[in-house]
């Protein structure tokens, strides 16, 4: 079993005020649905438990995520981390500030996902599966973005 993981981080401002933007990026339903390539998604309080669709990928084989996250928002700050087991562990912070009628989101990710590759080819694999993970990361909020535009 090998541990692939990636950060991603962006600066960003949405034309939405402080409380728009917190109430939509912390809210787990709009997370799901910006979610790509969902097979189930449960809610249990502000735990989302995700089983993504399985993906072949070319000499890795079948990979299909299972996590769950938990999400907080603590005034300004929106946070989330692993819970439970599963071979993804999915956190991160978004931080709020008001800009006028706009706000400013620093948001920050980290995506870590165990795969079953051959031992010789972990170290070749890493630098592609780091990138696949942030491109998810980048595609990901830039639909929580286009969403709250919406």
Avoid at 16 to 38: E, G, Q
Wanted: aromatic content about 8%; hydrophobic content about 40%.
């Amino acid at each position: 079993m090998a541990t692939f993981e990636s950060t991603y981080t962006n600066t960003f401002t949405v034309p939405v005020t402080l409380d728009a933007a917190k109430k939509h990026f912390a809210d787990l339903p709009t997370i799901i649905a910006n979610s790509n390539d969902v097979e189930t998604a449960t809610v249990d309080e502000d735990v989302i438990h995700f089983v993504m669709k399985a993906q072949e990928h070319v000499g890795i084989g079948t990979f299909q995520s299972d996590y769950r996250s938990k999400y907080t928002l603590d005034g300004n700050i929106l946070s989330w981390a692993p819970v439970g087991e599963g071979n993804t562990r999915q956190s991160g912070t978004a931080t709020f500030v008001a800009k006028g009628d706009s706000t400013e989101v620093a948001y920050s990710e980290t995506l870590s996902v165990d795969m079953s590759v051959p031992k010789m080819m972990a170290p070749i694999l890493k630098p592609l599966i780091g990138a696949i993970l942030s491109h998810e990361m980048k595609e990901y909020t830039a639909r929580m973005i286009k969403s709250v535009e919406a």
